[in-house]
Nanobody, 123 residues
Framework: QVQLVESGGGLVQPGGSLKLSCKGSGNIFSIKIMGWYRQTPGNQRELVAT???????NYADSVKGRFTISRDNAKNAVYLQMDSLEPEDTAVYYC?????????????????WGEGTLVTVSA
């Protein structure tokens, strides 16, 4: 079984910073893409940032220049450094992985999500 476990959410004042972490465990063979999405009540889950194995990144326009995604392939981990936080960044943040998992002698391409971590930006 594969699990993605996030940590690092919490309450921060506008203009402050937080760093989210996500670590994958279980029968992971390799992870192609890791990323972060976020969701607020009544809205669809939206892309925040993704990063490939080679380090190519993609950001939502709303976070460019403020958020930085990085990963540690050896640890199956992805991080999101969030600076200059705004109240509009308040959301549940979900870790995502597009990965190959082992199933006996077979490799299976699967998408996995973490359970989410709440980020609240408020004075």
């Amino acid at each position: 079984q594969v699990q993605l476990v996030e940590s690092g959410g919490g309450l921060v004042q506008p203009g402050g910073s937080l760093k989210l972490s996500c670590k994958g465990s279980g029968n992971i063979f390799s992870i192609k893409i890791m990323g972060w999405y976020r969701q607020t009540p009544g809205n669809q889950r939206e892309l925040v940032a993704t990063i490939t194995t080679s380090g190519a990144t993609n950001y939502a326009d709303s976070v460019k220049g403020r958020f930085t995604i990085s990963r540690d392939n050896a640890k199956n981990a992805v991080y999101l450094q969030m600076d200059s936080l705004e109240p509009e960044d308040t959301a549940v943040y979900y870790c995502y992985a597009d990965l190959l998992r082992t199933n006996g002698d077979i490799l299976e391409n699967m998408d996995y999500w973490g359970e989410g971590t709440l980020v609240t930006v408020s004075a």
